[in-house]
């Protein structure tokens, strides 16, 4: 399950570098319509575009981040002094977790959302733990 892990991260780093240059496509027209809505000097339009186009940003960057720790703990596996099934249960806890934190952080749906963050949570929990342990 640390292959998978790994290769999770590794992958889900590519994928959401997409969004990443989606975001970049999307910058120019997003800065005009803020600009306008500015222009028209209405605030509740001007927090709209702006919440929303953070939404996704947000989404993008915790993805990528979350990504980015599946990969360490991938890395420090070896160190962890956990059993296999606690292992095998902490990397499934990390990729569930990312998926569901960043995936539900774009559609912004709190629910899913909230279970990816605590799935995520416990997993750098048990990975705290079981490093220590490891020591
Ligand atoms: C090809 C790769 C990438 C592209 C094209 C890309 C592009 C972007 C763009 C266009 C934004 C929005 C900027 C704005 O708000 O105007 C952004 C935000 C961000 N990106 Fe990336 N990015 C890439 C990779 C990464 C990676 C590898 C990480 C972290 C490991 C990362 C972390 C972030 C963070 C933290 C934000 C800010 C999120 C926020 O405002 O809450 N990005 N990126
Ligand atoms: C389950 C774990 C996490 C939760 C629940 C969480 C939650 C949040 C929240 C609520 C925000 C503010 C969003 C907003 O108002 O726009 C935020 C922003 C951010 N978080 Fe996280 N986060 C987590 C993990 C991480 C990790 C591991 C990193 C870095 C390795 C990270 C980096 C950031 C960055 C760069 C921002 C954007 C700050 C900004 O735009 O000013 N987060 N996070």
């Known amino acids: 399950m640390t292959t998978a892990l790994g290769v999770f ?12 240059l989606y975001l970049g496509i999307k910058h120019e027209s997003h800065v005009e319509e ?8 209405s605030l509740t339009d001007y927090f709209g ?9 947000g989404a993008h960057g915790h993805a990528l981040l979350l990504a980015l720790i599946c990969i360490i703990v991938a890395l420090i596996m070896p160190q962890i002094g956990l059993a296999d099934m606690a292992k095998t249960i902490l990397a499934v806890l990390l990729i569930v977790g990312t998926v569901l934190a ?18 995520f949570l416990i997993g750098i929990l048990m ?3 079981g490093f220590v342990k490891g020591l």
């Open 102 to 119: 960043s995936v539900f952080h774009w559609f912004y749906f709190k629910p899913l959302l909230g279970l990816g963050s605590a799935l």
């Open 9 to 20: 991260g590794l992958c889900y780093l590519f994928v959401w570098c997409f969004v990443g």
């Open 49 to 57: 575009i702006w919440s929303a186009w953070k939404m996704h940003a």
């Open 34 to 41: 803020l600009e306008s809505s500015a222009k028209k000097g």
């Open 127 to 129: 990975t705290i733990v």
